[in-house]
Nanobody
């Protein structure tokens, strides 16, 4: 059974940094894609970043150059390093697993989800 547990959220001032982690188990990284999503109140869930089985990454335009997705397969952990945070980055952040090796940032393509970690950026 796939399990995902996010950590590392919190409150930070604009311009600051946060690093999110997602402890993942029950899946094969060789045949999966992992992603970070976020959802702000009243908004749709947005695909922030994804990393496929070949370690290729993709990012939403809104975070490109500021966020970095990575994974440590030995530790079964997915990371999201967030720099130069903006107020508009405030949201609940979720990690997810797609049981298919190719990249996607569409939430409908993902099979398993964590419970989320809150990120709040203040001005």
């Amino acid at each position: 059974q796939v399990q995902l547990v996010e950590s590392g959220g919190g409150s930070v001032q604009a311009g600051g940094s946060l690093s999110l982690s997602c402890a993942a188990s029950g899946y094969s990284y060789r045949r999966s894609c992992l992603g970070w999503f976020r959802q702000a109140p009243g908004k749709e869930r947005e695909g922030v970043a994804a990393i496929d089985s070949e370690q290729r990454t993709s990012y939403a335009d809104s975070v490109k150059g500021r966020f970095t997705i990575s994974q440590d397969n030995a530790k079964n952990t997915l990371y999201l390093l967030m720099n130069s945070l903006k107020v508009e980055d405030t949201a609940m952040y979720y990690c997810a697993v797609r049981l298919w090796s190719s990249d996607s940032r569409l939430s409908v393509d993902y099979n398993y989800w964590g419970q989320g970690t809150q990120v709040t950026v203040s001005s």
